[in-house]
């Protein structure tokens, strides 16, 4: 489809169970022992699936949130993943995992089990991770700089894609009378020595429908950006007006070009939280009471979060959110600044942002569904974005609305797949099943 | 049950999808296509389940294996069970993973996600791993000695359970009016500052409905029986001879003891690998197939593996099987001794010892349902087993026969559960869920 210029939005959600805002799960009527329960998770992935999504989406880190008292604690993705995976038959499966905190062997390994368990639908978000909680779980290791991180994760994602590619499409022949199961011809080692990895391989694991998981990066860092535009297939991102969005979906396209990639087949997703209702006042009336739940105390903890569990200084509510970002230290300086620009936006108070933080970082919308369809197009035709990250604020209901209200409509502009193109997650995306670099012609 | 002195024979399935013999994927009418899909598997699982079955478990190395040319490939385990948790509702999950190959944070983690998303029905299978196959895809870390292998386990279950028990019980408070999820009060970190591994915690899983996952080993060497003794709760055991197999049982229970714990609470399940028939003959006549379907070629490749890959000596296939133990490395000998033993007991030739060994090492059963029962009622009356490891040679054959002509005589003869007991692992052992160390009372 990207070949014949029939350009096609795509969405991709991003599950938290109760829904993007932290205190979602407070509100009335809402049977919180459905949280205790896979078959609640299963319901909203099917439902994604029911709206010909593209993907279901969970994102990670390997310690407990600063913020876990407030929220609805999640589980390993990976694992997660294998149960959705079971449960749905065509919808896109993307776990996240770290290239710090992970070995290349086990990761590459439960990813392609993950792709062949679901029939050629799994992706995985590449993280490096820099988070202090983190790495005491993991041997108190140093927390590398941010520059060196994303060397030590070039070289991970390198290693992971060559055990991927360690099995051609054909090894397995499977030919009773030759007594054969497995032409080990076609398995091949790929004795990786490099700087910081040393792995022999082959993979145990054959190859999947897709050929390999589909690659997705979140970078914003000078690094992250040349990182995701390298390797990435999908890109998440975090952008708040179009104006920046079109900024980096050109620099992105430009660095993929840089790369002898083409730009057509990477694919930017920004974050878009919606709040919806069949009225604009009403779906403002369900927003108001969402920020209604938020004590002062859960955004503090939030912004703690934000800044790695950082000692801030305190900061009057009702006083503008005070820049603070040459005053810390390096790692957590671009997550701080945007928070500061995100208040200088909104002339926000730091009570305000602290209760604006609660449902994420990402651009909040309070609307409609036609409004969003609208807001979603205009995005869409003016090259800020390949579709969006759906993270509704409270869940099932955002989602429901969006199935049910959003998608007809962005059918019915020809934006949007009426049934889905294929079984596989790169088929969703138009892309190719990936060939083994040892595939021969 | 267990403490009323109702004692009860348990059934723990190792899944192999074609069967445990080498060759089974290669008799006749089988759709080699169904190998490639999970619903096979999950048929499988589902059916185990409907013989009510304890559990089913899976073998792992992090490796493409020697015989991998001759054998359907698996997938890594703590996934594949993830994916069977949501296809079933009762039967446990016992997945092998490795303490040399996993950190700790990552294994403590997806076991308890696989915990949770089972409603309490996981099992971890802890194993060392001593392949320099599988070093080599980890660093050509440097294999450790056998001692050295299984005290770095003893940390590595160490920090394992002190991260499942990071949660205590009641931590989820879900207090919508308070405004508190999670009482991080009862969520401890665990600070643990060992030899080997350094882990802060608090896990980021809350405590499932068995407490935490159930704990099997297999330990055959001193240190492995020691290992066993004091953590198992599950071992799985591979013994050729009822004697053996008390002798086994005794010193296993007695071990126990010393370690105080009651030795009713560890269960010991040697492996069995049967193929049955409504007659005897029919019996023989199909593992007389099987054992056709076997290449000396095949056999070469099993050997091997069972060496970790050494290179042995010609052996002419119609003399005595060659003790060449004392010539071999330590950390495979007791391996090649096993098989000198299993040659010497029943005379045979290297041809034959090959073809045997297409089956794996385990003891054999060629007969009727009756004789199984039979066999498994001796050993179990004789405390020699308080259960088995079902190995069926041909699958899904041998599992169907098993549920349905095996179990029946089992029940009749109030052997073997007519229903399950509870909703969790521990559940059908008899066993209480596990409160966190951090619990009072």
Same mark, same amino acid.
């Given at each position: 489809m990207t070949r014949q210029g029939d350009r096609r939005l795509h969405v991709n959600l991003h599950l938290d169970q109760a829904g993007h805002h932290i205190a979602a799960w407070r509100r009335n009527g809402h049977d919180l022992s459905r949280y205790d329960d896979i078959t609640y998770d299963i319901e909203l992935v099917r439902l994604a699936e029911r709206g010909l999504l593209d993907s279901i989406f969970i994102a990670d880190a390997p310690m407990l949130l600063h913020n876990a008292r407030y929220r609805v604690p999640f589980l390993e993705p990976i694992t997660l993943l294998a149960a959705y995976a079971v449960a749905t038959s065509r919808i896109g499966l993307i776990a996240t995992a770290s290239t710090t905190y992970f070995e290349p062997y086990n990761l590459a390994r439960q990813f392609a089990s993950l792709d062949r368990i679901s029939g050629g639908r799994a992706g995985w978000n590449i993280v490096t991770t820099a988070l202090t909680g983190a790495a005491r779980n993991f041997g108190d290791r140093e927390l590398r700089d941010h520059d060196g991180r994303y060397r030590d994760a070039e070289e991970f994602v390198d290693v992971v894609t060559k055990l991927w590619d360690s099995w051609e499409a054909d090894a397995v022949v499977a030919d009773p009378a030759g007594g054969?199961?497995?032409?080990?011809?076609k398995v091949h080692a790929i004795d990786h020595r490099g700087r910081v990895f040393d792995v022999a391989g082959p993979l145990n694991v054959p190859r999947s429908a897709q050929g390999r998981p589909l690659l997705v990066q979140a970078g914003a860092s000078e690094a992250g950006r040349s990182f995701g535009a390298r390797f990435g297939e999908v890109i998440f991102t975090n952008q708040l007006s179009l104006e920046s969005a079109r900024a980096y979906y050109a620099d992105i396209k430009r660095r993929a070009a840089g790369f002898g990639?083409?730009?057509?087949?990477i694919f930017i997703l920004p974050g878009i939280k919606p709040v919806l209702a069949s009225t604009e006042a009403e779906a403002r009336r369900r927003a108001a009471e969402l920020a209604e739940l938020i004590e002062p105390e859960i955004g503090r903890t939030i912004l703690t979060w934000q800044v790695d569990g950082i000692e801030l200084p305190e900061m009057p509510l009702d006083e503008p959110f005070p820049d603070l970002t040459a005053t *810390?230290?390096?790692?957590v300086r671009s997550r701080y600044a945007r928070l500061v620009e995100m208040a200088r936006q909104h002339d926000m108070t730091t009570g305000r942002l602290l209760r604006r933080l609660a449902a994420g970082t990402h651009r909040e919308f309070i609307g409609t569904p036609e409004m969003l369809a609208d807001d979603m197009e205009e995005w869409f035709r003016a090259h800020g974005a390949d579709g969006f990250t759906l993270q509704p604020q409270e869940l099932p209901e955002g989602l429901e609305v969006f199935v049910d209200h959003v998608v007809p409509i962005l059918q019915r502009r020809g *934006?949007?797949?009426?049934?889905?193109?294929?079984?596989t997650l790169r088929d969703l995306f138009g892309l190719p099943p990936v060939p083994s670099r040892h595939a021969v012609g």
């Open positions: 054969v199961f497995v032409d080990t011809g990639r083409a730009p057509e087949e *810390l230290p390096p790692e *934006l949007f797949r009426r049934e889905y193109e294929g079984t």
